[in-house]
């Protein structure tokens, strides 16, 4: 299930009280490259991708409507997405593995030195008039994404950063907005929290969350076995 801080916000797996600092190659690497204020940024997909994967989120939302009206499913509501309420019942990834090519591709290609193999839960989030997300983060010591797929491009996600992590003062805190470019990928650690606030028109996106080696628990596997029948929205990349 998920852990949320305010009623319309959600984050990707229950999060223990004790609070993770995990210091990794690839965080070295984020800090080094980037203003501590905003996550890497990269172009993933074409324009033309980007109309695909919204008739594909449309598809989606169509299909998981009609499963929840077959089997009365009782999901837990963390907004009105219901592509974003269902996130562990599919992988963006697995329906599309050229993509997932080239993120591994390009993870890879940026030497960014994370744990091989890697799990990856990824969904699509759409988000309509008056929609959004409070403040929330992912669980685990690896790295969470979206892409920006449709809409009013600003504005984007707003990151919260905090002491030395983030290189701040110990006790300082920043709040940064980075507006969305059609295509293209935030991707920051899954420990930082933030949001999407409330917006004016139709916001589609790609989002996901990757588990470095160390970080798969036998929980994983068993989700990932042959003879599972339970969804997790997980797959395994190398």
């Not at 989606?60 to 499963?67: F, G, H, P, T």
Request: proline share 5%; net charge neutral.
């Amino acid at each position: 299930s998920l852990t949320y801080n305010e009623p319309n916000s959600r984050a990707i797996y229950k999060f223990p009280k004790k609070f993770f600092k995990v210091k990794t190659p690839f965080i070295t690497f984020i800090l080094k490259m980037i203003p501590s204020s905003q996550p890497l940024e990269f172009p993933f997909f074409h324009i033309e991708e980007c109309e695909r994967i919204k008739e594909y989120a449309y598809k989606k939302e169509i299909e998981l409507r009609e499963r929840e009206k077959a089997s009365r499913d009782d999901t837990e509501k963390y907004n009105n997405s219901i592509t974003t309420n269902n996130y562990n019942q599919y992988n963006f990834f697995e329906d599309h593995p050229v993509y997932a090519d080239r993120l591994v591709n390009l993870l890879k290609e940026k030497e960014c030195p994370i744990e091989w193999p890697i799990l990856l839960q990824s969904w699509v989030n759409i988000y309509r008039e008056g929609d959004g997300i409070g403040w929330h983060y992912h669980y685990g010591n690896g790295f969470s994404f979206n892409i920006f797929i449709d809409g009013d491009p600003s504005p984007g996600p707003v990151y919260l950063f905090t002491g030395h992590d983030c290189g701040l003062n110990e006790y300082e805190m920043k709040a940064a907005n980075l507006k969305n470019k059609k295509g293209y990928m935030q991707i920051f650690r899954s420990s930082i929290f933030h949001k999407v606030d409330p917006v004016s028109s139709e916001r589609i996106s790609v989002a996901g969350t990757l588990h470095n080696y160390s970080a798969i628990a036998k929980k994983n596997l068993e989700n990932l076995s042959f003879n599972n029948k339970m969804k997790d929205g997980f797959i395994l990349l190398k």
